[in-house]
């Protein structure tokens, strides 16, 4: 199994301003992914997380808006940019192992007022 | 793209009653994983199915992937208030690495 921790795991930012959200696996994942979840609904993935790469983003995602970085195996950042309200959210950090079980981290809730 | 539809959204049951939310994909899946989600908690991961006709249990559940490889459902049988989340399958389809999510159905259970 992996755990995953994030943080912060809360946040309450300014409209306009940015905030990186820093995801931690304990074990060798084969791939992370990003993933925003609204209150009450599904998940919808952002982007892959690529090792020393750029990250693969998702039909509606861009990397202006989303940069995201991982230097190594188990580590990965997430920074939403130029924050709206629409940001409102909860980020979840997700890592699979070999065998393709996803753990999710614990997610930080983001409110841009 | 592929698309996954996830019934009912919302059930409401009787401590005790039995439980099914059923998922549906638009294309053939090369595996279906079920997560759970309690209140405010995280996606958890309870069980992969690979095998066409695959029936899987996890004491009072039971998961099932269909024939075709296109369906799966979770069934909980005599629920307890343990039981209340958020369930979702997750399929993916063959060339694709990356699963799809449905929506989720939402068990309430009233003690």
């Known amino acids: 199994s992996a755990v995953i921790s994030q943080k912060p795991s809360r946040d309450i930012c300014q409209r306009g301003t940015s905030l990186t959200i820093q995801c931690q696996v304990d074990?060798?994942?084969?791939?992370m992914f990003w993933y925003r979840q609204q209150p009450g609904q599904s998940l919808t993935l952002i982007a892959t997380?690529?090792?020393?790469?750029?990250?693969?983003?998702e039909s509606g995602f861009v990397i202006d808006k989303f940069p995201i970085s991982r230097p190594n195996l188990t580590f990965s950042t997430l920074t939403v940019s130029n924050m709206s309200p629409e940001d409102s959210s909860i980020y979840l950090c997700s890592g699979r192992l070999a065998g393709e079980t996803q753990y999710f981290g614990p997610g930080t809730r983001l409110l841009v007022l | 793209g592929q698309q996954v539809m996830q019934i009912p959204q919302y059930q409401h049951v009787q401590e005790g009653e039995d439980f099914t939310t059923y998922c549906n994909s638009s294309?053939?899946?090369?595996?279906i994983q079920w997560y759970k989600q309690r209140p405010g908690g995280h996606p958890v991961f309870l069980i992969q199915l690979v095998k066409s006709g695959e029936v899987k249990k996890q004491k009072r559940l039971t998961f099932q992937f269909g024939e075709a490889k296109k369906n799966s459902s979770l069934h909980i049988t005599a629920t307890q208030t343990t039981d209340v989340g958020t369930y979702f399958c997750a399929g993916r389809a063959g060339g694709s690495y990356i699963p799809t999510f449905g929506r989720g159905t939402s068990l309430i259970v009233h003690p």
């Open positions: 997380a690529n090792q020393g790469s750029e990250a693969t983003y």
């Open positions: 074990s060798q994942v084969t791939m």
């Open positions: 294309t053939t899946l090369s595996n």
